[in-house]
């Protein structure tokens, strides 16, 4: 939903309650005597505009949209029709996370995210994958590359995308699933570490 549908719908909302609770004190003397008409106003328009900062602060999730997996894995490739995605998995009582938190990064390696998201159908929808890099040194996350791409809704198991990088440092990343409106779905956190001799552990491969 775009801010002016959203700004709209909502004034639309607030006149027709107030209009509707007007009605409601005019002909019903029961009500006037229960319930204070400037108190139930002031609740009104004060939730009115707690949804109003809850949005424009993206606090709201972006309903109907939903992550439904998010992996880092080491190679994705298409066979008919299907994403075949090749993991590192974690050790068995972390039963949270699909993938293993520590990815190792070889020479010419590249770092895949996965990503499946529901969304209901005939949606169609920009999403964007945030890859973020945490500088130990300023201890500030560094957005190093926003990279775009669209869903259509409808299937059952999720829309199904992927982004990678190749020229990666070590360290500790995130990758942020956010519509083209900034409001996040997700976050898929793991962290490089740089290694030339030991190779992956537990390398899952999995059909999507």
Not at 14 to 30: E, N, V
Not at 49 to 70: C, E, M, S, T, W
Not at 135 to 153: L, P, R
């Amino acid at each position: 939903m775009n801010t002016q549908i959203f700004i709209f719908s909502g004034l639309i909302s607030l006149a027709s309650t107030l209009a509707l609770i007007a009605i409601i004190f005019t002909r019903s003397p029961s009500t006037r005597k229960e319930v204070k008409r400037g108190k139930l106003f002031g609740i009104i328009i004060f939730v009115y505009v707690l949804i109003n900062v809850f949005y424009f602060f993206r606090l709201i999730p972006p309903v109907p949209l939903a992550l439904d997996q998010g992996i880092v894995a080491h190679d994705i490739r298409m066979e008919n029709g299907n994403y075949i995605v090749t993991y590192e998995t974690d050790e068995w009582y972390v039963f949270w996370r699909d993938h293993r938190l520590a990815f190792n990064f070889g020479p010419n390696d590249r770092v895949y995210i996965y990503s499946s998201i529901f969304a209901p159908t005939d949606l169609k929808k920009s999403m964007i994958h945030r890859w973020q890099w945490y500088n130990e040194s300023t201890s500030e996350w560094e957005i190093v590359e926003d990279i775009g791409y669209d869903i259509t809704g409808g299937r059952n198991d999720g829309f199904r995308g992927y982004t990678y990088k190749s020229n990666v440092k070590p360290g500790i990343w995130k990758v942020a699933i956010i519509t083209d409106e900034e409001l996040l779905l997700g976050v898929i956190d793991f962290e490089i570490v740089s290694s030339s001799i030991e190779s992956p552990k537990r390398l899952t491969v999995k059909k999507f």
